[in-house]
Each structure stands twice: as structure tokens, then as C-alpha cells.
């Protein structure tokens, strides 16, 4: 069992933010990770936002395995979330926009009926650290009206931004408050730098994702590598990246150091894709 001991103070602030605007709350948008559409995906929410309107965005999809993707679409779809999956760097984000007024028609339907104001739809945007939340702001905005960082962590505080005369969106900073006792959640969270890399031992990371790319994307990982085989010992796969890498230490040895990082910062800048860690049928 991985000892993780991580409940950053600004996790109890935000739980307590997001609390208090709720009441201003018409939609809320959960975002989460496409390759780890389980890991991602906080519990607590379910409680938190039980009485909202939902919508849940698959971010990331360019680097995701798209048929996974589609099992996991369907399965949300079953526990009546609305599902888009989205990638936010080059795709369109017009269907987000079409989801969330159609989302609302009903809501604004029945104001106009009672004679009501036009008013602004205000929406949540939440999610665990990392996943694209500001990105998808941005997008949204046309320009950058928040900040954006590989790294988790990366905005802190909770601000209203007006994205048109018909809405209105509320950034948050990633929380982490899910079932981090999980071992395989912990590390595919880690693997996809939802938690910072001090968190879990980063070797024990690496490890994750090699055994995770051999038994389901063999291939991905023989290419990236230039592998002819996959050796069936964790050591001996370390030791042939190693070589294929130029990671030695004096004397010829393998640099395993070199080799963790080689494989943590390769997953992490997206460099090895089309991959979900998460397994519907598992
Ligand atoms: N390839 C790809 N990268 C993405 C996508 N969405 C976001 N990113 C990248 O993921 C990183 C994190 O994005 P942010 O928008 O800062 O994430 P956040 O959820 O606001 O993170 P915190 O504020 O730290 O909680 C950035 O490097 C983005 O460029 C996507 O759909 N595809
Ligand atoms: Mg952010």
C-alpha cells in the first residue's frame, strides 16, 4: 500500500468556497481526465452537487484511448450525467456551448413564462487538479483570462468569469478529495500529474505505467522505446530502455534514476498517447 498522507490546506478553503456559492449555482460542470475517466472523477460531488444540473466534460480526448472513451461516455450517460469529451487545445469547444443551453432551455423557458428577468447562467467549473479546467475557460472566453500550467496547483483562489451575456462561469482550483486510498487511483493520478510528483515515490510511478503500457498497450510502448520485446522482468524492461536511452552510470551501468524520470516526463508531456489507464471492463 502506498502511504499517501496529502490534504493540502487550500483543499478545506475551497470545499468551503465552492459550499457557499453554491446557492448562486445553475450548472455545474465536472471535468474529468479521458485516460482516467474512474480515477479522476471525485465522489464527493455526487453528494455536494446532488440537486444541479450536471454536465461532465472527458478532457484531454487527443491523448486518449478512444474506445475506452466511448465505454466510459456510455456509463456516465447511464448515471444521468451529460457527456461531452472534449479536446481543448485544438478542438471545437462550440459543442459545450450547445450542451450547456440546452442544459438550461428548460430553466430559462420557465422564467420567461413567469415573466421573470433574463439572468446569466452561472456555472462551476470543478475538477481534480490539472485536468483543464482554466484551459477550458480560456477557450471559452477567446482569450487568456486565466491561468494555465502543466503542473497541478496552478490557480488558487475562485473567481466569476463572464463568458457572454447568457453565461457566467466560476473557476476553482483543483481538488483532490477522492478515494486517494486507493493505490491504482493514487498512481493513475500520479501518472497523469493530477498529484504533485513529491506525493508518491517516483519510481514506484514509473513502474505503474510500464507495467500498465505492457499489458494494454504493448505496442505504444515497443515503439516509443524501440523494443523488440518486452522482457517479462520489471528490471530487465528498466535495463533495455536504459540502453536504448544512453542512461548508464560509470562503469556501464544502468542510471534508473534517468530511466524513471525518461518515462514519468514522457507520459506527462503526452508524448505516449491514445492510452486509458482506467478500464471499463476491469
Ligand atoms: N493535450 C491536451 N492538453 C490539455 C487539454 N486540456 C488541458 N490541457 C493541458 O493540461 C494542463 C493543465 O491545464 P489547466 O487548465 O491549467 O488545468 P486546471 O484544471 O486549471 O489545473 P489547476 O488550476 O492546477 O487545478 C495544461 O498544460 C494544458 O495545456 C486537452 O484537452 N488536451
Ligand atoms: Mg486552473
Redesign the pocket.
Known sequence: MVDINWYPGHMVKTKKKIKENLKYIDVVVE?ID?RIPYSSKINEFNEMFKNKKKILVL?????CDKKETEKWIKHYEEKNYRVIS??????DVKKFFEIIENVMEETVSKREDKGMLKKRTRSIIV????????????RLVGKKA???????????SLDWIRISDKLELL?????LWPKLTEEKVALNLASF?AIKESVLPLDDVATYILETLKTYYPNLLKNRYGLDIIPDDIVELYDEIGKKRGCLIKGGEIDYDKVVNIVVNDLKS?LI?NITFDRKDD
Do not use: E, M
Open positions: 471535468l479521458a478532457t484531454k480526448y487527443d491523448l472534449l479536446d481543448l487545445i485544438k478542438g475538477g481534480v487538479p490539472n485536468v483543464g479546467k482554466s484551459t477550458l475557460i480560456n486565466t491561468r494555465v500550467g502543466n503542473k497541478p496547483g496552478v490557480t488558487t473557476d476553482t482550483p483543483g481538488v500529474s503526452g498517447s
